[in-house]
Nanobody, 126 residues
Framework: QVQLVESGGNLVQPGGSLRLSCAASGFTLNGNAVGWFRQAAGKEREFVLCLDNSNGQTYTSHAVKGRFGISRDIAKNQMYLQMDSLEPEDTAVYYC???????????????????WGKGTLVTVSS
């Protein structure tokens, strides 16, 4: 059974950092593009970051550029989202996702990928 499970969501103060993890099972992240999305209350899901397996590049939304980073550990079959300089506007449910096409085209332009986690809540507040 294909599954992605996020962890690490928490309450953090503005300016703080947080690292989210996403464990994959039932398939390997190797060969997949991997990405993170988020959805704030009352808003649509939005693209955050994607690591493209075909060219090794990372695509980042303007809202988090310079503050967030994505990485992947093939041996552990996990991906990570490192979030620094957090702002209240970053409060959202964060979802990890993977795409068997290997590139970030659908993620960036259609907010679509093949496999999705159920999300973890990040709250940025003092």
């Amino acid at each position: 059974q294909v599954q992605l499970v996020e962890s690490g969501g928490n309450l953090v103060q503005p300016g703080g950092s947080l690292r989210l993890s996403c464990a994959a099972s039932g398939f390997t992240l190797n060969g997949n593009a991997v990405g993170w999305f988020r959805q704030a209350a009352g808003k649509e899901r939005e693209f955050v970051l994607c690591l493209d397996n075909s060219n090794g590049q990372t695509y980042t939304s303007h809202a988090v550029k310079g503050r967030f980073g994505i990485s992947r550990d093939i041996a552990k079959n996990q991906m990570y989202l490192q979030m620094d300089s957090l702002e209240p506007e970053d409060t959202a449910v964060y979802y990890c996702a993977a795409d068997s096409h290997g590139n970030c085209m659908r993620a960036q332009f259609l907010n679509m990928m093949d496999y999705w986690g159920k999300g973890t809540l990040v709250t940025v507040s003092s």
